[in-house]
């Protein structure tokens, strides 16, 4: 029984890059034999294991054949006759094909670390086309690397495309998608992701609502980019800059799909494309089972971003009822994201990308102003039900008036 290190370790090992986790492959090995040392089986579609004491996974040594369509579509094959080579040729990328012996040789039958040196994203062999969530994962990696100079092969983005010609996209789980584009939105580039997909044409067969963005124009007195499509690329990039929260990232992407319902003979105005769009950010996250967090900020952040960039005009009635609306009387957290994605937003626009934004402080500043509002002599007086909640109201637009007159910001 041999055991290797592979995959992602490896890969960020010799980039000196980050790497959170290890995995491991083991070569001439049975189930029986894996068990009998103390692992515990873990896999449903093949033999993978949890170490008894670091929890690392470590798979058998496998290959795999083509059965059907989509990320499930392939039947595995487990034997102590699988040798390492045979493992690693099934992988994704060359750089992903790279393993590590306990001695800390390096074992690299592709090329891998060669495609380092050139920072490149090669796939390993024409066995690529038969996952279609290679797609993604290349975008994934595309994006996690940018920074460094990667970019994909052409022969690569060339096979990508065929898949998604093929219509294979189509056959991928929505729960992968998610978890392949939450993973994206969390890497330093995560605009990257998005170029990506639309450039092998998997972004308008996943997400149609952003793809069809590209081409729509804006004004240019409020985007000098125009085009709503590169505006979006531009404020995803500035949300990196703001949070590390992939909610965030994933409100800002999402934030302007409404103009893409715009008339064109209203064209290049938007007006009311904040509520045109949540019934697309609604089907998007229904569509690829959004966790509610991401989908209550995306669904606030598209409905109220101009509130957000018109703060200071906005009357305290107006005030409270955002605060109410996005959560933020409940979890003050709440309009710290919401703020993270208007600010984003504001600033990813040409020549727009170091301004201030003084929303953010002032509506932070009345947040703070609302929640030291004081109701115990109601509750003392016996006021209760409806009528408590009439006086809170009041007493919290007090507030607001008395901040908004006072403010200094």
């Not at 001439?28 to 034999?33: L, M, V």
């Not at 992968?176 to 605009?191: G, N």
Request: hydrophobic share 35%.
């Amino acid at each position: 029984m041999q055991i290797y290190l592979v995959g992602g370790a490896v890969r960020d090992s010799l980039l000196n890059y980050p790497s959170t986790e290890n995995d491991w492959v083991v070569v001439g090995a049975t189930p029986e034999q894996m068990t009998n040392q103390g692992y515990k089986p873990v896999g449903q579609d093949f033999p993978v294991f949890i170490h008894p004491k670091t929890s690392e996974e470590y798979a058998l040594a496998r290959t795999e054949r083509k059965s059907g369509h989509g990320y499930k579509g392939f039947e595995f094959y487990t034997s102590v006759d699988v040798t390492l080579e045979d493992d690693l040729i099934r992988r994704d990328l060359t750089i992903n094909a790279m393993a590590q012996d306990k001695e800390g040789n390096l074992i690299d039958p592709f090329g891998g670390q060669k495609d380092l040196e050139k920072k490149k994203l090669r796939h390993v062999s024409d066995a690529f086309t038969e996952d279609p969530l290679r797609v993604l994962r290349v975008a994934r990696f595309a994006a996690r690397y940018q920074h460094l100079g990667f970019s994909i092969a052409d022969e690569t983005m060339d096979l990508m495309k065929s898949i998604v010609a093929d219509g294979e996209m189509a056959f991928l789980v929505a729960e992968r998608v998610w978890k392949e584009t939450s993973r994206a939105l969390t890497e330093q580039s995560p605009q990257i992701y998005i170029e990506v997909l639309k450039d092998c044409g998997a972004l308008n067969a996943l997400f149609p609502e952003i793809d069809t963005l590209f081409g729509v124009p804006q004004r240019a007195d409020y985007h000098p980019e125009v085009d709503a499509g590169i505006h979006t690329l531009m404020a995803l990039e500035q949300s990196v800059k703001l949070s590390d929260c992939s909610a965030v990232r994933f409100s800002v992407l999402v934030h302007d799909v409404g103009k893409t319902l715009t008339s064109k003979t209203v064209l290049p105005s938007h007006t009311g494309h904040e509520k045109k769009g949540l019934p697309l950010v609604k089907a998007l996250c229904d569509r690829l089972t959004v966790p509610n967090n991401h989908r209550q900020l995306a669904m606030a952040v598209t409905e109220y971003h101009l509130h957000s960039h018109k703060a200071k005009e906005l009357k305290p009635a107006t005030i409270l009822k955002l605060f109410q609306n996005i959560g933020a009387l409940r979890d003050h957290h709440r309009l710290r994201d919401f703020l993270h994605c208007c600010e984003a937003d504001a600033r990813g626009r040409t020549g727009f990308e170091n301004i201030t934004y003084p929303a953010r402080d002032y509506l932070t500043a009345a947040l703070s102003a609302v929640k030291n509002v004081d109701i115990s002599d109601l509750v003392a007086e016996g006021v209760k039900g409806s009528e408590i909640g009439r006086q809170l109201k009041q007493r919290q637009i007090a507030q607001l008036t008395t901040f908004k007159s006072d403010y200094q910001g």
